[in-house]
């Protein structure tokens, strides 16, 4: 009905195996960030990352975006299909990608220990009135910390954790997520799907 499918065709299966096998070591070193990613238990397709350093009464908080551009051009027919498609789709039982699984989970994830090009967004807050102070983006290479699920965030957060440098990490994000609170006004179609939460 909707024209969602769940294969690739044969061409796009191949453009991909191309772009894999023709994608080499990135010479530039990566930023030096502890980024960290939070997703559900079994997702494949690790799309976003979080960074967060506070200094002299200032949040430097960066959200860091997988750069699928960076590894596809703008004219490939993988370009043509992911624009049919828009987004992945996580069903109950399974999932309808955007891009092939050999590039969406893979070079193009952002994975434990690997180095991905990302879009990185940056944001300067002050850690008392929750004012925006410096915003920035770039676009670079991230090399990621640790993949985490949100179970394990929690139980982190509840129970500990010996690896100081995440704690500090982890209650640094939840300071940051109690001052958005009070500063800003909660998207009123979001809080009418999380109204029973």
Do not use: W
Request: proline residues 3%; contains cysteine.
């Amino acid at each position: 009905k909707y024209e969602i499918h769940d294969k690739f065709k044969q061409a796009h299966e191949l453009e991909a195996k191309t772009i894999y096998l023709q994608t080499r070591e990135i010479d530039k070193t990566p930023i030096t960030r502890k980024i960290y990613t939070f997703d559900g238990e079994g997702a494949k397709e690790l799309d976003d990352g979080l960074s967060i350093t506070y200094e002299d009464g200032i949040y430097h908080v960066g959200v860091h975006i997988a750069d699928p551009g960076f590894y596809i051009p703008e004219t490939s027919i993988l370009m043509d299909e992911a624009n049919k498609r828009t987004t992945s789709l996580y069903m109950e039982d399974t999932c309808i990608p955007l891009f092939p699984f050999d590039l969406s989970a893979d070079i193009m994830s952002l994975n434990t220990g690997k180095k991905t090009m990302a879009m990185s967004y940056y944001f300067d807050i002050d850690a008392l009135t929750g004012e925006l102070i410096n915003f920035n983006i770039k676009n670079e290479l991230v090399n990621i910390t640790a993949n985490m699920s949100y179970d394990y965030f929690n139980q982190c957060i509840d129970q500990g954790t010996d690896n100081k440098e995440l704690f500090e990490t982890l209650i640094h994000l939840c300071n940051v997520s109690e001052i958005f609170k009070k500063t800003y006004k909660e998207d009123s179609i979001y809080h009418e799907l999380h109204k029973d939460k």
